[in-house]
């Protein structure tokens, strides 16, 4: 079953809305009212045995059932081709954290240490924060570069495929980079812009950026 076909199965599983994924796809009682669509939907099976790994593509939506008792390691990643994905998350998780803690505003956090405490909670509900992901895009970067400097030197035909690989990598990530700077860019000023003059005497320095 091809990725297109899979893809295409998920807006089955969602209500009649277009918005919830069904909770629970092996339940005997579906509300066919709710989810019109769920009996179209064509499952693919594939049991896991000890010690197997199994690589779910991003935007395929999938259940686990765990047969017996169970330990499960998993591992999310991203790469060049959907980063875009991987910053349009990060940008509305930011954004729900601002509007939770907008209150603390009430009572003096504003400024540089509301968008410092508001990249705290980021970091700990998502593992990742503005800053992180700006030293972790830098760092990849890097890297490709490197590799790309091997792939010109390597004639092949292979290694000028990979290298073509490489520059749309770095293609993206210098378009995310661009884009963090100017976000990280924005934020500060707004929340500068909202200190009294002689108020707040904030400095702030972020943990990985020279």
Same mark, same amino acid.
């Given at each position: 079953m091809s990725n297109a076909v899979i893809v295409e199965q998920e807006p089955k599983l969602k209500d009649r809305f277009g918005h919830i994924v069904i909770p629970d796809v092996t339940a005997t009682m579906i509300d066919k009212e709710n989810y019109p669509h769920f009996h179209e939907a064509k499952p693919l099976y594939v049991v896991q045995e000890t010690g197997d790994a199994i690589f779910v593509p991003s935007g395929w939506y999938h259940? *686990?059932?765990?047969?017996?008792?169970?330990?499960?390691?998993?591992?999310?990643?991203?790469?060049?081709?959907?980063?875009?994905? $991987?910053?349009?998350?990060? +940008?509305? &998780? !930011?954004?729900? *954290? &601002?509007?939770?803690?907008?209150? #603390?505003?009430?009572?003096?956090? $504003?400024? @540089?240490?509301? $968008?410092?405490?508001?990249? @705290?909670?980021? #970091?700990?509900?998502?593992?990742?924060?503005?800053?992180?992901?700006?030293?972790?895009?830098? $760092? +990849?970067?890097?890297? *490709?570069?490197?590799?790309? &400097? !091997?792939? +010109?030197n390597d004639k092949n035909k292979d290694s000028t495929t990979g290298e073509m690989d490489l520059v749309i990598q770095l293609g993206h990530v210098r378009e995310i980079l661009l884009q963090l700077d100017a976000a990280l860019d924005t934020i500060y000023d707004a929340e500068d812009a909202n200190v009294d003059e002689g108020g707040l005497d904030v400095t702030y320095n972020w943990k990985y950026v020279q």
């Open positions: 259940q *686990v059932r765990n047969m017996e008792d169970t330990i499960s390691i998993n591992h999310n990643w991203f790469n060049g081709y959907n980063i875009c994905e $991987v910053w349009g998350f990060l +940008k509305r &998780e !930011y954004a729900a *954290v &601002e509007h939770e803690l907008e209150h #603390l505003k009430d009572i003096g956090l $504003v400024g @540089r240490d509301f $968008v410092d405490q508001c990249q @705290r909670v980021m #970091l700990a509900n998502t593992g990742i924060n503005y800053a992180e992901f700006r030293e972790l895009l830098y $760092v +990849k970067s890097n890297e *490709v570069l490197s590799q790309r &400097e !091997y792939c +010109k």
